[in-house]
């Protein structure tokens, strides 16, 4: 039986040594993005293959996989870049990384919030290129212990961010949703529609995945309907925000500010935005951490595991 394993990005050396512990496997190990002939050549002759989210994983590579491919196992909790139908199709099961990363990228969320209220780069920036001197109206940025958040979707990454800014800053906080959440409305979260939410908000906060439903999902009318001083925060995915909407709301300050991880042309970020002090600029960095990024990879792991014994994996994307 094929038990290779292709990684199209090398992962934390502690598990590159318990995958090395399971089965042979080949790796991507510059810093770039697999090409797609190496896809290709992965999808024909490897058992299974551990793909990040930024690996493009659609219908027409998919169809070139081999008879032994039986996994393709993202790097992620978001897993858009696949066509998960295409892949059960063929009858090849699709897993991501859930849970392990909900801390982290709420935590991210937190500090993007952090950065835009005080603003902690262009005080950064101060500090080292000039000199300075206390005022009384000198860098007045926004509280936020108290205000008001909006998390727009409320599963597990929203719903951590929601918890902690409701137990942790006695924030107010509403959510758009299709489903109520008890974990949320627990601290007194309030369920309201997106018009609603985006009016009432001092800070907004982005929790959704890709759809066709919710790719620019906020645009011009909705950034023109949040306050002045309100805040936007995106760790989830890109093109939920029109980016060319967001730099010319940024620039006309219809908005106060508004800090992101991930973007709509990843890795490309609209150049006008570049050029704002008004907004905090991410790498994609929302799970990055040590213990973040093992727990990650161990959990494709397991996932491996269980495929090579027959079984279904645990953490099986189903559409």
Sequence with gaps: MNRKVYVTRALH???????GNICEYDVNNEERLATHEELVNAF????????????????????????????????????????????????????????????????????????????????DNIVRTSTFAW???????????????????????GTN????????????????????????????????????????????????????????LIGAKELAKMKPDGILINTSRGPVIDEKALADALARHVIAGAGLDVYEHEPDVEPALKTLQNVVLLPHIGTATFGTRKEMGFMVIRNIEAVFAGKEPPQMVRV
């Design 135 to 157: 005022a009384p109206k000198y860098m007045l940025g926004y509280d936020i212990t108290g205000r008001t958040v909006g998390i727009i979707g409320a599963g597990r990454i």
């Design 44 to 123: 024909k002759n490897y058992a299974a293959v551990i793909t990040m989210l930024n690996d493009p994983i659609d219908a027409e590579l998919i169809s070139q996989a081999g008879p032994d491919l039986k996994l393709i196992a993202n790097y992620g909790v978001g897993f858009n870049n696949i066509d998960v139908k295409a892949a059960n199709e063929k009858g090849i099961y699709v897993t991501n990384t859930p849970d392990v990363l909900t801390d982290a990228t709420a935590d991210t969320a937190f500090t993007l919030m952090f950065a835009c209220a005080r603003r902690v780069i262009e005080g």
């Design 161 to 216: 961010f929601g918890i902690k800014a409701a137990r942790g800053f006695n924030m107010k906080v509403l959510y758009y949703s299709r489903r109520t959440s008890l974990h949320l409305e627990s601290v007194g979260a309030q369920r309201v529609g997106l018009e609603e939410l985006l009016e009432r908000s001092d800070f907004v906060s982005i929790h959704l995945p890709l759809t066709d439903s919710t790719r620019h």
């Design 13 to 19: 050396n502690s598990v590159m040594r318990a995958l």
